[in-house]
């Protein structure tokens, strides 16, 4: 197997994949329909993976470029299991006036079973907007770590290690998202 897979599953356009959807009409060479906006939900979920970069940023690669890594078999496994564990999670959210607009897995192999190892519809490796303020044609309010994103545009910061630490406001601001996410999702509130 050559180099780490990530499995991206988008059910909304946005973050790279609208970046790459303005450049190119798709995202990872899938077409996409024209006229689609900013934060607009998909005809149908789409599998887009990535590599796993060990520096610098992971960067998006085609279903044939993931099949020439890792054989079609497995790259086929990975689609299919990806895609279904973020629909139900996200039909789950839905239930709680929670938007998945997308997330990552990482899996591993152990013998000949796939294992989930990593990245379990977090914060860190989702995109969770409130439902009720959802609206397509722009950034979204959002549960996960946007919020971070968004202070390190307004600064400048050239995404160039090392980090600019965060101030105590970002970092409160950031906690209460995620465990308002977390009440919201499992219905119990972090003590």
Request: net charge negative; charged share 25%.
């Amino acid at each position: 197997m050559a180099g780490p897979i990530e499995c991206v599953v988008r059910g909304y356009i946005s973050g790279s994949g609208w970046k790459d959807y303005q450049k190119t009409g798709g995202i990872c060479g899938i077409p996409l329909p024209a006229g689609l906006r900013e934060s607009e939900q998909l005809p149908e979920p789409i599998f887009t993976p990535s590599t796993k970069a060990t520096t610098g940023h992971d960067e998006n690669i085609s279903f044939e470029e993931t099949i020439a890594r890792i054989g079609e078999p497995l790259a086929r496994r990975l689609r299919e299991t990806s895609l279904a564990l973020y629909k139900r999670a996200a039909e789950h959210a839905a239930g709680c006036g929670i938007i998945i607009a997308d997330t990552k897995f990482e899996f591993g192999v152990h013998g000949c079973d796939l294992i989930w190892i990593d990245e379990a519809l977090t914060p860190d490796s989702s995109r969770f907007w409130p439902a009720a303020e959802y609206k397509a044609g722009g950034a979204q309010p959002s549960f996960d770590k946007q919020y971070v994103r968004d202070y390190l545009e307004r600064i400048g910061w050239n995404k160039q290690p090392p980090g600019p630490a965060l101030p105590a406001d970002v970092v409160a601001g950031t906690r209460q998202k995620y465990r308002d996410a977390y009440q919201r999702i499992t219905g119990h509130a972090l003590p």
